[in-house]
């Protein structure tokens, strides 16, 4: 992968850390919600979204349908992934991973992942 399609990420407190891990192996620029200072906060998914658009970041949770309202609520962001639980971390990454470099720009959409099977 070349740096073009690197990502900057941000999870909220919800996403598996191992998954986070393996992201950044993939060369993906991944801050977390306790990389930030904002974890054991109980920070709304408004506000997650709103620091991630500040940061100019990709939000990945698996807050699904908190977030897909978001979405609706307020199109304009640096994109969205939300994806199903899957205790596969390097599979849920490679998946998300995928995506990501696949689609090339991601701003403003919303994108979901879900477990195989």
């Known amino acids: 992968?070349?740096?073009?399609?690197?990502?900057?990420?941000?999870?909220?407190?919800?996403?598996?850390?191992?998954?986070?891990?393996r992201l950044r192996l993939l060369g993906h620029d991944v801050e977390t919600s306790h990389d930030a200072g904002n974890s054991g906060c109980a920070m709304p998914d408004e506000s997650v979204l709103d620091y991630a658009i500040r940061?100019?970041?990709?939000?990945?949770?698996?807050?699904?349908?908190?977030?897909?309202?978001?979405?609706?609520?307020?199109?304009?962001?640096?994109?969205?992934?939300?994806?199903?639980?899957?205790?596969?971390?390097?599979g849920l990454a490679g998946r998300i991973?995928?995506?990501?470099?696949?689609?090339g720009e991601h701003r403003n959409c919303l994108l979901r992942i879900n477990r195989p099977g």
Not at 97 to 103: A, Q, T
């Open 1 to 21: 992968m070349n740096r073009h399609n690197v990502a900057r990420i941000y999870t909220n407190e919800n996403f598996p850390q191992q998954a986070v891990e």
């Open 55 to 90: 940061c100019q970041r990709v939000v990945v949770t698996l807050n699904r349908r908190h977030f897909v309202a978001l979405h609706a609520k307020h199109p304009d962001h640096w994109g969205i992934v939300v994806c199903s639980f899957d205790p596969d971390f390097n």
């Open 97 to 103: 991973h995928g995506v990501l470099s696949g689609i």
